[in-house]
């Protein structure tokens, strides 16, 4: 299989979109963000000027945009940048896009996907550094996607272009520059389906976005002490693949959940509190949750890194958790 | 400008006197139904919504507030259905899941209607942008209030809408106060002046003469469909007495349209706003004495109007209620 960056995984899926898709249109500039994957997007612009739009910074009025031309009959891609600018049209998702299926008594779709980088990226101090996809997943009807590598990025944007409802899709800053095996040409992977990406058989490590890499060097240096943990990537938050997840904890008996954002209310609470609903009496000890205390991110560079969730964190509490 | 024909005439009344009809009978199932939920009526904007609803063709977008009732019904959304869905009844438009803040009519050109101040025009220039995108010459319909050029939205979409050159109409139906705290709050000398700033052309028109709104959407339109410019109409109305901040009260009652030829009828503590400004009063009057129209003929609009009425009332009361085991299906599609 060949090796693209995220980055050039999301330029691929957009291409292929546009390409099978005349609907297809996307709102905003620097998709793949001002960093060295930065130039990746180009080759979609010089191909596909008119269905580009590069608009005024304008949150509110893009994400309205999106979800009255996706009902009107257009595919958008609306790009925000930075997960934060999104609060700005928090009413226009939540309240239209989020509701507009459901409200109309079935009557509409409003296949728009908005696309934003979430995530700790290194001196984004409080207002860059938000992962706000639970906050989302609290609210019915948007689907929510984590991809982790290349390949999930590719298959998972791929289908939500063919899906008639609001998507949104979270690219952790970190991941655009990291490198993975794709399939050739163009392909599709389900949402809601769970992937394993190690096998494991002493405890389940459920972790999505950056986070499945750090449960990955996590899970390596267990195996040095005799800990399998197998490392379980839902892909999307909604729709979540409970099943799948507690497939593994009933084999392994035991899970810690891992994500980037605020501890409570969390993705990772949701998955822990449906575990513990379905799988119960499976578990041979509690589980265990990593994720960023319910502070703000600061600027400066040692107090980021305490509250930022890492392979050595997750080793710790999976020690716990093994401990019982 | 256009002047309607005798025969658009007619039917731009029968058009008014149908909403009017509408919001009276909502009143009733009010009173007469608890359940039924707080509603913005449209009593008093009549000659806005006919005339821009009968100046669009199929295919057009339109994009409504909670003062929504007029706009469906003016499109010729079925009266029955969308009183079902004000009643919450699985016969309703929207099957009974939006309620009166949020009738849609796919069919009519209603994607939706957003309850939020400032929701839907948003929307609307995304209807527009999809109208450009697809090369149809259709436009998209803003309709809003003069509140909405409160919030901030407002001027993303104004800027938005001519940045990208795009077909939409901004037709806000100012109802301004009486005697209230003001719809709108607004520095500015002129709800014209903010569009203008952004090189949208405005024009106000008096929202009560229904034959001044007909010539200016006409107009409006035809220029947006030849030149794919977005444009932007103030109409101007004075608030119905009627209209309350939590519900409704019925001070004007039940409209009887021989006032039209007989001002003596109007009586009461609202008779100034009666004779002014009820737009269907005033055009029924002023139909009669250009000969267009006879009294018999006002009549027997009125008894049309007044039989779809009862049917839709039938048609709504006889619907059940939604199955409780589907309130939480049909999230996705």
Redesign the interface.
Known sequence: MPTKSFAQALVDALAYSLAGDA?V?IIGRGLTGHGPEADAERALYDKYAD?I?D??T?E??M????????????R?FVHFGTAAFAFEAV??IV??AG???????????A?VIYHLFHGIRGGGGPQHSHSPQAMYANA??L?ILLPASPADMQGLLRTAFK???PTLLFSHTKLLGVTGAVPEGDFAIPLGVAEVKRKGKDITIVATSLMVHEALRAAATLSAENIEAEVVDPRTAVPLDRAGICESVRRTGRLVVVDEANLTCSIASEIAASVAEQAFASLKAPILRVARPDAPVAFSPPLEKAVTPSADKIVAAVRKVMRG | MRIPTKDEAAALLERMLTMRRFEELVIHMAGKHKDIGRNHLYIGHEAVGAAAMMALETGDLAYTTHRNHGHLIGRGVDPGKALAEIMGRAGGLNGGRGGTWHIADKAKGFHSTSAMVGGSIGLAIGGGLACKQQKRSRVSVALFGDGVLDEGISYEALNFASLYQLPVLFLCENNAKTGQRPSSMLAANHLTDVPQALRIAGLVVDGADAEAVHGAVHDALERIRRDGVPLFIEAKLERWPGSHQLKPEFTTGITDVAMAWQPERITGAYAVWIRKHDPILRYAASLIERGQLTRDSVLAIDARVTARMQEAQAFAESSPYPDAADAASGVFA
């Open positions: 609907a249109t269905r739009l608009p005024p304008s509110g009025v994400a309205s945009v999106g979800t009255g031309a996706a009902m009107a009959g257009l958008p009413n226009q309240n239209e509701n507009a299926h459901y409200m109309s008594g079935g009557q509409v779709t296949p019915a009807g689907q899906s008639n409802n």
